[in-house]
């Protein structure tokens, strides 16, 4: 055992031990079971300290604050224009590096998250309805019956199985998924309660005053019905023009229906919108062929969907208006 990287743990400690008490290295050898180079060696190497091994770095400290402020400053560039705009700056380094680099800072490519651009000015209602509503309790939000509109659209892309063919099979239309230029789409409207599901509403047109109201005529009012029977409850919606209409304002008194005051750019205050979003995930497996097969598909998944499930979300509700509060208004991660 000549070497020092041959050296077990346990020496190591035998030959630092008997080292701090004075020991020869001769004896220190014996007692260690090692060649007496093995323990000098070892000894040297802890007096000195091992040095680093390696190409030296092409980049300073300085050089790396300049990068980390240009990759804080523009998160949006890829890396090709960071690198750049580094070297601009009179650094000498690859992309490779540069990347690298923001690896080690901790920097990672991402998806951005997208939230709705709320100014000054909805913030603090978003805060001021937050904090009208922070003492609500379950049973108060369980007579609110929530609404939203939401497109589905035919996914052509990397989602769902894979294939399994064999070579030259490529172009074989057994092993081919179907693809359009135009995606086909459907706008539906739908509405919840603590109770579950009112039936959905697919929109052929523009959604304008009139068309809105003839929803609520026909869908909204069956679905309070199915929901509340004759039980008082409060209508959510947002504030779409054909939302907020004075026609539209007017049907509701017309009908003796309250609407519930609703901060502008809230999706994140809106349970419904998670309820979409469980739709389109259990649909990312399905491959409908047309806008027909895309609503029966839609029809059969909205279905399934649980008064459980309605309840958990509208219990949501403290909570997220918690984390508007938190938030002072800014939008949060619901």
Request: aromatic letters at 8%.
């Amino acid at each position: 055992m000549g070497k020092t990287s041959d050296l077990t743990a346990v020496q190591k400690t035998i030959i630092d031990t008997l080292h701090k008490e004075g020991k020869t290295q001769k004896v220190i050898a014996k007692e260690a079971g090692c060649s007496q180079s093995s323990v000098s060696k070892h000894i040297n190497r802890q007096a000195k300290g091992r040095k680093k091994c390696g190409r030296k770095k092409c980049t300073s400290s300085r050089d790396n604050r300049t990068l980390q402020r240009i990759v804080t400053t523009n998160p949006f560039k890829n890396v090709g224009e960071i690198h750049k705009e580094w070297t601009a700056a009179g650094v000498s380094a690859s992309r490779t590096t540069t990347r690298r680099l923001m690896k080690d800072m901790g920097f990672r490519c991402r998806i951005p998250c997208v939230k709705p651009l709320l100014n000054m000015k909805q913030r603090k209602k978003r805060l001021a309805w937050a904090k009208d509503k922070k003492d609500w309790t379950d049973a108060e939000w369980s007579k609110v019956m929530f609404s939203d509109e939401s497109k589905f659209c035919i996914s052509f892309g990397n989602q769902g199985p894979r294939v399994w063919r064999k070579s030259g099979e490529a172009q074989n239309p057994r092993c081919m998924r179907s693809s359009v230029k135009f995606l086909p789409s459907v706008m539906v409207w739908g509405a919840m309660s603590s109770a579950g599901v009112g039936p959905l509403c697919f929109l052929r047109s523009r959604v304008n005053a009139a068309v809105y109201q003839e929803v609520l005529e026909h869908f909204m009012l069956p679905a309070a019905d199915q929901l509340y029977g004759d039980a008082d409850f409060t209508f959510q919606q947002d504030l779409a023009p054909a939302h907020s209409a004075k026609t539209t304002s007017t049907w509701f008194k017309d009908h003796g229906i309250p609407v519930l005051d609703w901060p502008a750019n809230s999706p994140d205050l809106n349970p419904i919108e998670n309820l979409w979003g469980i739709v389109k995930r259990r649909m990312q497996y399905a491959r409908p062929n047309n806008a027909e097969e895309l609503k029966t598909t839609i029809r059969a998944t909205w279905a399934l969907i649980t008064p459980e499930q309605c309840h958990r979300l509208i219990e949501s509700m403290p909570r997220r208006i918690t984390a508007v509060i938190e938030a002072k208004g800014a939008p949060t991660k619901y």
